[in-house]
């Protein structure tokens, strides 16, 4: 029992390790939160480029679609005219030529304007793609020890992510899954350590008689006031 205690209140110091190392390596350290930030907006207005140039490409395409289509219609309708029989059927063949004429020229602009913006889009892109490497490998230069902590703080999360697979293996699936259980519901903090008698997160001085069970390590015992598990180090009271 005292090596099940024991496991679990390593597993929650090394849970809780992981949690905060993880935290540390992905925030941005403060004297970098700026500098970072302009770099990633470079990075994403190249990405912003291309999706919106995608984008006018299929527009322009659809535009070009809708124009052969509509020429096809006029061509239609101007047969039409040519065959009518009276001027009743001839006013109504002019309208719909004219109507078709308009939608023409509306398409017709609309496609200019994408091939104006597809032709500008292109441009901005190219410039920024070509001075995108050259930023990239400044915005690497200026984090340069912040990576280096990273890959420390990989390594030391590597480490410590064996360990936890260690530990879990070696506590029975019940008492994982009510760690685990507790674990979430406390935040954290599942198994508290008894310091001078008391309860090391609540503070509430543990009852004699459940001192007794502990030190004699039997069973499970929670605290009565903040029901965590109770761990007792006899080196540490
Ligand atoms: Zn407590």
Same mark, same amino acid.
């Given at each position: ?13 090394? !849970?809780?390790?992981? =949690? +905060?190392?993880?935290?540390?390596? *992905? ?8 500098? +970072? ?9 190249? $990405? ?9 490409? #299929? ?35 002019? $309208?719909?030529? %004219? ?24 441009? %901005? ?19 340069? *020890?912040?990576?280096?902590? =990273?890959?420390?703080? $990989? ?42 008698? @008391? &309860?090391?997160? &609540? #503070? ?12 004699? @390590? #039997?069973? !499970?015992?929670?605290? %009565?006031?903040?029901?965590? !598990? ?8």
């Amino acid at each position: 029992m005292t090596d099940l205690l024991g496991r679990l209140y390593r597993l929650q110091t090394r !849970i809780r390790f992981v =949690q +905060d190392r993880e935290k540390k390596r *992905d925030t941005v350290p403060h004297e970098l939160v700026e500098v +970072d930030r302009e770099y990633q907006e470079k990075v994403e207005a190249v $990405n912003a480029l291309k999706t919106r140039l995608t984008e006018a490409e #299929h527009e322009r395409r659809k535009a070009e679609g809708e124009l052969a289509d509509l020429k096809e219609k006029l061509k239609k309708y101007q047969g039409q005219l040519r065959a009518v029989q009276s001027s009743r059927e001839y006013s109504a063949a002019l $309208n719909e030529i %004219d109507g078709v004429e308009k939608l023409i020229r509306a398409t017709e602009d609309r496609f200019l304007e994408l091939e104006e913006e597809i032709e500008k889009a292109r441009e %901005d892109l190219s410039a920024r793609e070509a001075s995108l490497p050259a930023e990239t490998e400044q915005h690497e230069e200026r984090l340069k *020890d912040w990576r280096a902590e =990273q890959r420390t703080i $990989n390594d030391e999360l590597a480490g410590a992510r064996e360990e936890i697979a260690k530990l879990e293996a070696e506590i029975p699936p019940r008492d994982r899954a009510e760690f685990r259980r507790l674990l979430e519901k406390k935040h954290g903090l599942a198994v508290a350590l008894v310091s001078a008698g @008391s &309860c090391s997160a &609540c #503070h509430v001085k543990v009852r004699p008689a459940a001192m007794q069970m502990l030190k004699a @390590s #039997h069973e !499970i015992i929670y605290c %009565d006031t903040c029901k965590r !598990i109770l761990y007792y180090e006899p080196a540490s009271s």
